[in-house]
């Protein structure tokens, strides 16, 4: 079998049809990304294994060796460290979780080695998946390929670091208010977030429960619906929140786009027909003039497509933040009540009464934001506020839900600015969280109300910086949602862009 220097140029699909065709073997794939991942400068890992990773490389090539051909067999990919594995420690990003060995594998890990991908290892994410820079890491900031004085995004600034600069070609995220769709627009990268519950939360480190979800992170739109197709299917008996609704081919239509629109029958308008939503709160003053020229030129390449663009109103977006901070801490508070440094966690070195350790150990063991949003979740369930604040979020988060029903009845797809600038610098936003939670005022409200979104590399602005298209589905219509994006990515090649210090 010959070597290829630019196997990490290649996406899922590519390296996969190369895998399939006998021209590459796992163990070599997975060997050249290892290689790039031991001299990684980004802090997008936090932890690996060469052996463990070569070890899933060698169980692939017995697979493909006995004819097997599965749309993912071989391929690498990383986890972000939210995600429980028996093989690779799991720290959530946390000194709580310090060197923390899950004894099983969370589901949306096994069904991707089922289907037979290589972990390469797990990436850095702020810590509990609290923030939108991947600068609340324990360990270290992860740093984006663009430039590396920038943030990736958060919290899965790992994952989005790691695919953007060519270590792997794919990975996992988590998306509770934005953390998928935030760092695949700050780093040129595609990622989805599908409904609330097509993917298993089992084994999941909880950060808020009735918004959490996972997604894939690729190159493009046909390497994400593969990785999804994979991903997603019910849970019911580990978790309750899982969807009882059979797996989904995402990927089996992309194809058949792709080879259509290589041949003489290429539709010149393939997606007319289509309605794509504006809300004008997302086109407002709020967000920077270099992002909203991308956009807006991405939009117009869509109408080239075919598309038929439509205002539609989203009454209640700024809303979602002060909504989104009252229920996200409250539902955090809770789930973080188990590390208490009895079972598992940190545990305090000293203390001198049970009280005294409990104390400790989460001092010691959570950071300044984990900290901040406990207390403030603590703060709105508590006796006398419950009403007062987390009710009345409550109450307007269904508001939001049925705004978004309404723009629906107007257009097939919601699009708009992912983030309302490019990546800030490392540090610019560290002392003011409330700048931080800003930055996710366009990926709140859809997360609030459980709706599938992805970002969509739409251009550069300020610094040649990547700025992402956000796409919004309704329930149930991620496969809408890929084909539109795959679409645009035969069209354009801003996808296909990599920074320099990925070569």
Known sequence: MSTNLDLHDLGVFELAAKLAAGQVSSVEVTQHFLNRVKSEQLGAFLATDADVSLAHAKAADVRLAAGERTPLLGVPLAHKDVFVTRDFATTAGSNMLANYRSPFDATVVSKLAQAGMVSLGKLNCDEFAMGSGNENSAYFP????????????????????????????????TDTGGSIRQPASLTGITGIKPTYGRCSRFGMVAFASSLDQAGPMARSALDCALLLSAMAGPDLDRDSTSLDMPAVDYATDLIAASLSHHGDSAQKQPLKGLKIGLPKQFFGAGCAPDVLLAVRSALAEYEKLGVTLVEVDL??????????????????????????????????????????????????????????????????????????????????????????????????????PVSPTVAWKIGDKKADPVANYLADIYTLSSSLAGLPGMSVPAGFGEGGMPVGLQLIGNYFKEAQLLGAAHQFQMATDWHLRKPEGSV
């Open 315 to 416: 009454p209640l977006t700024e809303l979602s933040i002060p909504v989104y901070y009252v229920i996200a801490p409250a539902e955090a508070s809770s789930n973080l009540s188990r590390f208490d440094g009895v079972r598992y966690g940190h545990r305090a070195a000293n203390y001198t009464d049970l009280t005294d350790m409990y104390k400790k150990s989460r001092s010691e063991g959570f950071g300044d934001e984990a900290t901040r949003r406990i207390m403030i979740g603590a703060y709105v369930l508590s006796h006398g506020y419950y009403d007062a604040y987390y009710l009345k979020a409550q109450k307007i988060r269904r508001l939001i839900a049925q705004d978004f029903q309404t723009a629906f009845t107007q257009c097939d797809i919601i699009a708009g």
């Open 142 to 173: 992860a740093k984006n390929p663009w430039d590396t004085s920038r943030i990736p995004g958060g919290s899965s600034g790992g994952s989005a670091a790691a695919v953007a600069a060519r270590l792997i070609p794919a990975a996992t995220g």
